[in-house]
């Protein structure tokens, strides 16, 4: 069964910067997207950016240019780093896989992997004004 951990919320001011990480487990295949979503209280959640077996990116319209997401297969471990963090960007960070055939892309201005997401339990990101 896939896992998922993240790691590396925190609290910073606006401006600042953050790299969230998740190390993924119980999946070997070659074939995946994966991706950051986050959630705002009393908001439902969004897809901020994903990245699949392929390479392609998929990034919601606001965190273009701000945020990058990478990974590093050796270490089967996701990242998103985040700059010029603004106090909207405030809310719960989780990381999602979909393993298996997938694409990520963009629809409606988030990001999205086709297919069915496995979550982790998130990470929390506060950025003060």
């Known amino acids: 069964q896939v896992q998922l951990r993240e790691s590396g919320g925190g609290s910073v001011q606006s401006g600042g910067s953050l790299r969230l990480s998740c190390v993924v487990s119980?999946?070997?295949?070659?074939?995946?997207?994966m991706g950051w979503f986050r959630q705002a209280p009393g908001k439902e959640r969004q897809g901020v950016a994903t990245?699949?077996?392929?390479?392609?990116?998929s990034y919601a319209d606001f965190v273009k240019g701000r945020f990058a997401i990478s990974q590093d297969n050796d270490k089967n471990t996701l990242y998103l780093q985040m700059n010029s963090l603004k106090p909207e960007d405030t809310a719960i960070y989780y990381c999602?896989?979909?393993?298996?055939?997938?694409?990520?892309?963009?629809?409606?201005?988030?990001?999205?992997?086709?297919?069915?997401?496995?979550w982790g339990q998130g990470t929390q990101v506060t950025v003060s004004s």
């Open positions: 999602a896989a979909v393993p298996g055939p997938s694409i990520a892309f963009s629809f409606g201005g988030y990001a999205r992997c086709v297919g069915r997401n496995y």
């Open positions: 119980g999946y070997t295949g070659s074939s995946y997207c």
């Open positions: 990245i699949d077996s392929d390479r392609r990116t």
